[in-house]
């Protein structure tokens, strides 16, 4: 009998493959058991309130640890409502017994039928997200971006007066941060525990330019024994007489952003105001050297996220930790505006003020700050400097702003010239030789002459010697080993360019010198045998020597006179405090 090979028969060879039958070793097909779906915990209620409570604890330490700012005009409020919405669907996956084929889909289905308060919620902040970025979306608002900056044409030569010598910062934040550095290295009790924060803050302080910053705790270990009492000092550093101070507190510093748990500024401010969005804090000090610390609070003035702003500031007692909020702060704060603020405001008007098609084609007029800015002292306010160059343009400035940190009155000063680094590698090839570094520079009026004035520093990065160039033709450029000498030494260049005239240099120390004015205040002693009058004249803190040996008629003087008198300086220009040989003087107006 023949063999024969059957498909699809039922012999165990010839009865053909079937892969679901295969177990192996001729075992009998198992049949899969169905998922056994997890069983609901408790009650509906239980479960409600066992994922609320979840949710609660989550939100707790999430919003201890992130400070998120409960404001919708914050992008991290939507992040946090955002992850307690999530918690509170995956917590109730697991409390109701989720039942489902395991899919997204499933559990998209599953959520939102057990989650609708939640996920409707979701649906909700996705849709005000997406609003909020077209409210605030540049190319539909680029008119209201253009106007969050008030710009005021100015004339410099006019509005900007050649202010004193002992108002100029000589010093840059690099070599601040050493001198303070050096000198609490130079106090044992405190350099090993703490050090010093490196965010220094330049104000006016009892009529001189500063810079401040606290301390911090050296590690954790030292904020642990040193916390009780707080950080006890903080620095000062005299932009102009390069001096360091460690100011000691009578009582320790206990809110600053090197505490932790709830005397941390960050978590001391969002709790107080836990809906205030905050700028990043600065240090500063009152006029009796109380330290604070000032929070310019944030406001977004265009759509939900656009038109960054300042509005008012909460003030911190750093010692106490008593705050309040002012819309108006007091005239003691000098810094409410930061600078990236103001320079992001300008570039919005300087992109945008003719539309916003025409910041993209044919860019007329559209202008940007340039890389970099710095502080003056002016009118007991401090105002940042910055230059304008046009979009197109990287070697020349067009202009330049001076805009005040505490009110953002803002002038621009239309004077074309070099722009700031090509001013600095113009000082620095006139000390090549020493391989000396430019600061970036101030803008100042030297002789009705727009001047860029900075510091050269050498490899230790302490300030060697001070150089002036001109800022329309830069070329122009006088350098010194102290100010006084740079400036002489600049003005006389400008004379022999014929940039202004011989008669508008100033005299050189020991040149005789002739002013008139107001008798404010006479004192005497007798020195050597001889008898000295000191008379300081009216808007002078420097007083004027009359020798009655040389100048006998200094007896007869009198409050109010009205004298024209002749001086001889020992530097280049009248100190603001200090005696001065006064060689004689005449009455002006004698007969009244």
């Known amino acids: ?31 899969r058991k169905p998922r056994k779906p997890r069983r609901a915990m408790g009650s509906a209620f239980s479960r409600t309130v066992t994922n609320l409570i979840v949710t609660l604890v989550f939100g707790l330490v999430y919003f201890y640890l992130e400070l998120p700012a409960l404001n919708l005009h914050a992008e991290e409020f939507y992040v946090f409502i955002f992850l307690l919405c999530a918690v509170y669907c995956v917590c109730a996956v697991f409390t109701s017994g989720f039942q489902g ?56 030569t006019a509005e900007v007066e050649e202010i004193s010598y002992d108002q100029i910062p000589m010093l840059d934040a690099d070599s601040a941060a050493r001198l303070g550095t050096r000198k609490l290295g130079e106090l044992a009790d405190m350099v090993s525990q703490f050090e010093i924060l490196p965010t220094y803050t330049q104000i006016n302080y009892q009529g001189r330019p500063v810079r401040v910053t606290s301390l911090r705790y050296g590690d954790l270990i030292k904020w642990f024994t040193n916390r009780g009492d707080g950080l006890p000092a903080y620095i000062i550093i005299d932009m102009v007489s390069q001096e ?51 929070c310019s609070r944030i406001v977004r003035t265009i759509g939900l996220f656009g038109g960054v702003d300042v509005k008012g500031a909460v003030l911190v007692n750093a010692v106490t930790g008593e705050s309040e909020y002012y819309e108006q702060v007091p005239s003691w704060v000098d810094r409410l505006y930061s600078a990236d603020i103001i320079v992001q405001q300008y570039d919005f008007y300087g992109m945008y003020h003719n539309g916003f098609l025409n910041s993209m084609f044919g860019q007329k007029d559209v202008t940007v700050t340039t890389d970099g800015y710095n502080y003056i002292a002016l009118e007991d306010d401090v105002y940042m400097y910055t230059g304008v160059t046009s979009v197109t343009s990287d070697e020349s400035n067009i202009g330049f702003i001076l805009s005040n940190q505490r009110t953002k009155d803002t002038r621009f000063y239309p004077i074309a010239g070099a722009e700031e680094f090509s001013a600095m590698d113009s000082a620095e090839s006139q000390v090549q030789m020493m391989s000396y570094k430019a600061t970036f520079p101030l803008l100042l009026n030297i002789a009705n002459q727009p001047t860029y004035f900075m510091a050269l520093k050498g490899a230790d990065g302490l300030v060697k010697m001070f150089a002036m160039v001109n800022v329309q033709q830069y070329d122009v450029v006088s350098t010194g080993s102290t100010v006084a000498e740079c400036e002489t030494n600049y003005r006389q260049t400008l004379a022999h360019r014929g940039l202004i005239a011989a008669g508008d240099q100033k005299p050189a120390a020991g040149d005789a010198q002739e002013q008139e004015g107001i008798v404010a205040e006479i004192r005497s002693a007798v020195i050597g045998g001889d008898t000295h009058y000191y008379v300081r004249m009216e808007d002078s803190l420097g007083y004027l020597d009359f020798n009655t040996a040389e100048v006998p008629l200094a007896v007869l003087l009198n409050v109010r006179d009205h004298i024209r008198y002749t001086f001889v300086l020992e530097s280049a220009e009248f100190p603001k405090h200090g005696i001065v040989p006064a060689t004689g003087f005449e009455y002006v107006d004698w007969d009244n």
């Open 101 to 156: 084929d395991g899919s997204v889909k499933g559990y998209f289905h599953f959520v939102r039928k057990q989650c609708a308060v939640p996920f409707l919620t979701l649906v909700v902040l996705i849709i005000a997200l997406a609003l909020g970025a077209l409210s605030s979306w540049v190319v539909l608002r680029a008119g209201s971006y253009s106007k969050l900056l008030t710009i005021q044409a100015g004339d410099f």
């Open 1 to 31: 009998m023949p063999f024969t090979f059957q498909f699809g028969g039922s012999n165990a060879f010839g009865g053909g493959f079937n892969p679901e039958s295969f177990q192996g070793g001729g075992a009998n097909p198992r049949p």
């Open 244 to 294: 360091a101070e460690v100011v000691r507190l009578p009582e320790g510093m206990k809110y600053t952003v090197a505490e932790h748990f709830g005397r941390n500024l960050y978590r001391h401010l969002r709790f107080n105001y836990p809906t205030m969005m905050f700028d990043e804090p600065v240090f500063e000090i009152d006029e009796q050297g109380t330290p604070y610390w000032v």
